[in-house]
T-cell receptor, first 109, second 112 residues
Framework: GQNIDQPTEMTATEGAIVQINCTYQ??????LFWYQQHAGEAPTFLSY??LDGLEEKGRFSSFLSRSKGYSYLLLKELQMKDSASYLC??????????WGAGTKLIIKP | DAMVIQNPRYQVTQFGKPVTLSCSQT?????MYWYQQKSSQAPKLLFH???????NEADTPDNFQSRRPNTSFCFLDIRSPGLGDAAMYLC???????????FGPGTRLTVL
C-alpha cells in the first residue's frame, strides 16, 4: 500500500528552528509537496521537490532524499503565525497525490 | 487576482436533504479536484477532472457526484447527506496533474 508518515504534533519556541520529517512509501515518485494549513482554512502551497537536495525559500527550506524515501521541512526564525499544520504529499507513478495526515506545529512564546 | 472560489463557505443541511457545493476558478487550470477533509486528517480525494475527463476515486461513495459544465466551474452534489458526511469540502485546481494544487477556502458542511 501507499503510506506517508509524519509526526502528529510538534512544539517549538518563537525565534527557534524546527524540522518536520516526512517518510513515504509509494508506487513510484513524481515529486513531493509541502503545504501549510491553518486551522479551519485551506492548504497553501509551500514547496516542491523532485530532485535530491535542499530547496530554500526565505525562512522555509525543504529537503529530499529519494533513495531514502525521506523529506523534511525546515522552518527558521519561527513566528507565532507559523502555528499551523504542515502536510507532506507525494505524487505517485499514476500522478495521484498521496497526502500525509499532517504535523500540527505549536509555537510557544 | 486569479483565484479559486467556493460557495457557500458554510452550509447547513438536514439528514437526507440534497446539497450542492460550487467551485469556480479564474486560473484557467485544466485539472479540478474535490476533497473531503475531516478534523486532523489528510484531505481525501473524491473526484478530479482533467479537462472534461472525469475520474472517480474507487472508494468515493455513490452518494457523491460531480459536474464540470465548463473549464471554470465544478460542482459537488451530495444526494442524501448522512451525519458522517459532515466535513470540510475543498476544491483545488492545477495546471496539470504533476503541478502544485491551488485550493479554494473550502465549504464547511454541517448535517443536522
Amino acid at each position: 500500500g501507499q503510506n506517508i508518515d509524519q509526526p502528529t504534533e510538534m512544539t517549538a519556541t518563537e525565534g527557534a528552528i524546527v524540522q518536520i520529517n516526512c517518510t513515504y512509501q509509494t508506487s513510484g515518485f513524481n515529486g513531493l509537496f509541502w503545504y501549510q494549513q491553518h486551522a479551519g482554512e485551506a492548504p497553501t502551497f509551500l514547496s516542491y521537490n523532485v530532485l535530491d537536495g535542499l530547496e530554500e525559500k526565505g525562512r522555509f527550506s525543504s529537503f529530499l532524499s529519494r533513495s531514502k524515501g525521506y523529506s523534511y521541512l525546515l522552518l527558521k526564525e519561527l513566528q507565532m503565525k507559523d502555528s499551523a499544520s504542515y502536510l507532506c504529499a507525494v505524487i505517485d507513478s499514476n500522478y495521484q497525490l498521496i497526502w500525509g495526515a499532517g504535523t500540527k506545529l505549536i509555537i510557544k512564546p | 487576482d486569479a483565484m479559486v472560489i467556493q460557495n457557500p463557505r458554510y452550509q447547513v443541511t438536514q439528514f437526507g436533504k440534497p446539497v450542492t457545493l460550487s467551485c469556480s476558478q479564474t486560473l484557467n487550470h485544466n485539472v479540478m479536484y474535490w476533497y473531503q477533509q475531516k478534523s486532523s486528517q489528510a484531505p481525501k480525494l473524491l473526484f478530479h477532472y482533467y479537462d472534461k475527463d472525469f475520474n472517480n476515486e474507487a472508494d468515493t461513495p455513490d452518494n457523491f457526484q460531480s459536474r464540470r459544465p465548463n473549464t471554470s466551474f465544478c460542482f459537488l452534489d451530495i444526494r442524501s447527506p448522512g451525519l458522517g458526511d459532515a466535513a470540510m469540502y475543498l476544491c483545488a485546481t492545477s495546471i496539470d496533474k504533476h503541478n502544485e494544487q491551488f485550493f479554494g477556502p473550502g465549504t464547511r458542511l454541517t448535517v443536522l
